[in-house]
């Protein structure tokens, strides 16, 4: 079996590996490809691999190439995770909206809909690339916005394509270790978009665990989520949201604490990760240790934005073998070897959600197996929740019909329908103030 990372010069490259390192015999894993349009940050990721392969004593062999072409023929897996414009765009998606006063986040947002305006046309190529070269060959895609990208290369690769984000089941394991149980004895409702999500029930061989948890205010106090939207509005929903629901909760208070903060989330990042990637041509181990410590810092702050407008002076919890690398992991270990896991996973709808049509990509629960992800159906769901949902949808459709057609008239309505943007005539601002600043969307002036 062969695998190809594209984005493989990527940061997060290393939880990947690490995670393939123990795992490659049992999955008949005999070559892993490397791609990223950057050789430096190729080498750089590929110390770090060494570094890795030297301290835990496997041996998976890897190889980098900057040729697309070669790092997909004939393969069997793609997981990717590319940032189009770099952490330099995701300053100005950021940005932009900020000096507005409108929110300014990765993915939700104003900044998510600029990030996917650059990122939808380079990904589209890359599935047109896949079904040139790989004809039989599954997408993986962490590529933000997921749920927007898959949606998008779902055209091209249909449901070969899946999305994967680690939000929903750090969610889940969260919610167990609050309830302390064992998470695999649980089944969990959870529905919705990538980053619009909400986990509406838990339920254990005796029914219902969920209402519990909601009514202990000391075990909510123990979990970031918990922490996050307070017990009082948990009890309101009577549901847990995934944490990005925070920007839509508590959109007036974020946006203050990041115009209050050091810097914004991409601003950070981009310092710390250009020192990171500068230091090449160090030796493996010292490689690794920089990583290490770079990862480190940079897990400790994730949310840190949210958690302080929601007063909560904790860090976010590092958890090892768990999170990004885990669910990559997940998805293809349950296809390899056909386990029929049930995984939280971006696929297209058929039926699981009431209230959007069969291509629509959602968050679900899904079966997993060799035929790749079969979504659970959700049945009702709460009438706020289906009303985000299907506006957010709207949204994400409005954007990919920009991305792919270069339309300014699309791009307008996707801004101005997002919920956080107050009105249209700051949804054309913002759009204005993108196209100063990034050449790539030069078409929607
Ligand atoms: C989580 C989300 C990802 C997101 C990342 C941002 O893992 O699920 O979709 O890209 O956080 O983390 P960062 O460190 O880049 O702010
Ligand atoms: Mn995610």
């Known amino acids: 079996m062969k695998l190809t990372i594209v984005g493989g010069g990527g940061f997060r490259v290393p939880l990947v590996y690490g995670a393939l390192l123990g795992k ?10 490397l791609h990223d349009v950057d050789a430096d940050r190729l080498a750089r990721i590929g110390a770090v691999l060494d570094g890795l392969a030297e301290e835990r004593g496997g041996r998976l062999p890897f190889r980098s190439t900057t040729d697309l072409d070669d790092a997909l023929e004939g393969t069997d897996y793609v997981f990717c995770a590319i940032r189009s414009g770099r952490l330099e765009g ?12 409108v929110l300014g986040q990765e993915t939700t947002g104003p900044g998510g809909i600029c990030f996917a305006l ?41 449901e070969r394509a899946i999305g994967v984000c680690d939000s929903p089941s750090g969610l889940c394991r969260r919610v167990a270790r609050a309830l302390g149980r064992d998470r695999h004895e649980l089944a969990f409702d959870y529905f919705g978009l990538n980053h619009l999500g909400w986990l509406k029930g838990v339920r254990d ?110 860090e976010h919890e590092i958890e090892e073998n768990a999170g990004y690398e885990a669910e990559a992991m997940a998805v293809l270990e349950a296809m390899v070897l056909n386990t029929r896991s049930v995984l939280i996973l971006n696929t297209a709808n058929r039926s699981s959600l009431p209230g959007l049509d069969a291509r629509a990509v959602v968050e679900v629960p ?71 600043r990034l050449p790539a969307l030069a078409a929607f002036r």
């Open 366 to 436: 899904s079966v997993v197996g060799r035929a790749g992800p079969q979504p659970l159906a959700v049945g009702e769901v709460p009438a706020h929740a289906a009303a985000l949902v299907a506006q957010m949808k709207d949204v994400e459709r409005a954007t990919i019909e920009a991305a792919l057609t270069g339309s300014r008239a699309a791009a307008v309505r996707a801004l101005a329908l997002h919920p956080l943007v107050p009105s249209v005539t700051t949804a054309r601002a913002i759009l204005d103030g993108y196209v100063e």
């Open 24 to 33: 490659a015999e049992r999955l008949g894993l005999e070559e892993v490809v």
């Open 90 to 101: 995701r300053v100005v998606d950021e940005q932009v909206p900020l000096a507005l006063g």
């Open 118 to 158: 650059r990122t939808i046309p380079e990904m589209v190529a890359l599935a047109e690339a896949m079904a040139a070269r790989a004809p039989g060959a599954w997408l993986i895609n962490f590529t933000n916005p997921a749920g927007m990208v898959t949606e998008a290369v779902q055209e091209v690769l249909g």
């Open 205 to 314: 061989h005796d029914g219902e665990v969920l209402p519990g948890l909601l009514a202990d205010d000391a075990a909510l106090a123990g979990f970031e989520e918990g922490r996050l939207f307070g017990g009082e509005w948990l009890r309101t929903l009577a549901m847990v949201p995934n944490e990005y629901l925070y920007f839509f909760y508590y959109g007036r208070e974020t946006v203050a604490a990041i115009r209050e903060s050091a810097a914004p989330r991409g601003a950070f990042l981009l310092e710390q990760q250009a020192a990171f990637y500068a230091a090449g041509g160090q030796p493996p181990a010292e490689a690794l240790a920089a990583w290490q410590a770079t990862r480190h810092d940079r897990e400790r702050t994730y949310m840190a934005e949210a958690r302080s407008a929601a007063g909560d002076a904790g």
